[in-house]
């Protein structure tokens, strides 16, 4: 065996990278799925520098491929290769690759039946952290106590002009906050507004929840995600002392019919399986979930 050699792939690698650094994925949708990934990385959508390549004695034998995204986050795929010591390798290749852009948060995905491809992973320094419950709701029907609310709250669409309070009143409904506290708590607000600012329009659909007194109380956050065509509540929270009141029903209603009003009838999101009163509330919102996925994350230090 020869010596493994790391690099990010060049332009005529590009396609066996992409297939190699997909070479978990059923058989039956290798081959669209490769196809997907490869126009990203063309388009620039994805950036060619984490599309990282193993060669021994020149040749291919395995892949990652890893995405820088704003914000100071990024986002892994598991690595696959001949052999553990390549996958750990490729894992190491994509951390450096985050390191050195001073990226501090890396996540991957993966459902149940995938666990095992979470190895490499783990010996690198990721650690399972939640699962995670994908949920959608069908229509514009709203349940029955929802047809007739007392509002309570304002909602002001947001604006470059309001983008310190907006900011503001984000990192404050992260107090106390049961949905993933483990990438929250301690970054700026700015950063973690540029993480949901990406692929956005200008100005994006999002709202500050104002009260009757005037006082920001929470955020609505709507996001297309575009690699997939859904439409989805991004985030949306209260801040703590605005909490038990029944506003949270509110905001939801809120999303729902914005996001009707834009042409989506079906909506999605997403919700840490520990953040239990979250849970209900969505399913009171006729929410569903359709998928379950384990979460496991990588935290770096900033950089100096």
């Known amino acids: 065996m020869g010596r493994i050699e790391l690099a990010t792939a060049t332009l005529a690698e590009w396609p066996v990278a992409c297939r190699l650094a997909l070479g978990h994925t059923p058989a039956d949708l290798l081959d669209t799925r490769t196809a997907r990934l490869l ?9 060619p520098v984490g599309l990282i390549l193993a060669r021994q004695n020149g040749t291919p034998v395995g892949a990652i491929a890893a995405q ?49 491809q979470a190895a490499p992973l783990l010996a690198g320094g990721f650690r399972h952290v939640t699962q995670i419950q994908h949920m959608l709701r069908h229509g514009s029907s709203l349940p029955d106590f929802a047809r007739h609310p007392s509002s309570k709250l304002n909602f002001v669409p947001y604006s470059d002009a309001l983008e310190t309070d907006f900011a503001d009143t984000l990192q404050r409904t992260y107090v106390g906050t049961l949905d993933l506290p483990e990438t929250t708590v301690d970054r700026p607000a ?12 200008n100005p994006p659909d999002w709202w500050l929840a104002v009260d009757g007194p005037g006082r920001p109380v929470g955020v609505v956050m709507l996001a297309e995600l575009q690699s997939a065509g859904v439409w989805e509540i991004a985030y949306l929270g209260l801040v703590s ?15 729902i019919l914005e996001s009707g009003r834009l042409g989506h009838v079906d909506l999605g999101l997403s919700v840490d399986i520990r953040n239990a009163p979250a849970t209900k509330l969505y399913r009171d919102w006729l929410f569903c979930v359709y998928e379950l996925q384990d979460l496991y994350l990588l935290r770096l230090p900033p950089a100096p």
């Open 190 to 201: 700015k950063q973690q507004l540029e993480c949901y600012r990406h692929g956005q329009p």
């Open 68 to 116: 820088v995204l704003p914000g100071g986050s990024g986002v892994v795929l598991t690595p696959y290769g001949m052999d553990s010591t390549i996958r750990e390798a490729l894992v190491g290749s994509a951390t450096e690759l985050f390191r050195r852009t001073g990226t501090t948060i890396i996540h991957c995905l993966l459902g149940e039946a995938e666990a095992p």
């Open 241 to 255: 002392d605005a909490r038990g009141q029944g506003l949270g029903h509110e905001l939801i209603r809120h999303a």
């Open 39 to 47: 126009e990203l990385v063309r388009a620039g959508t994805f950036d």
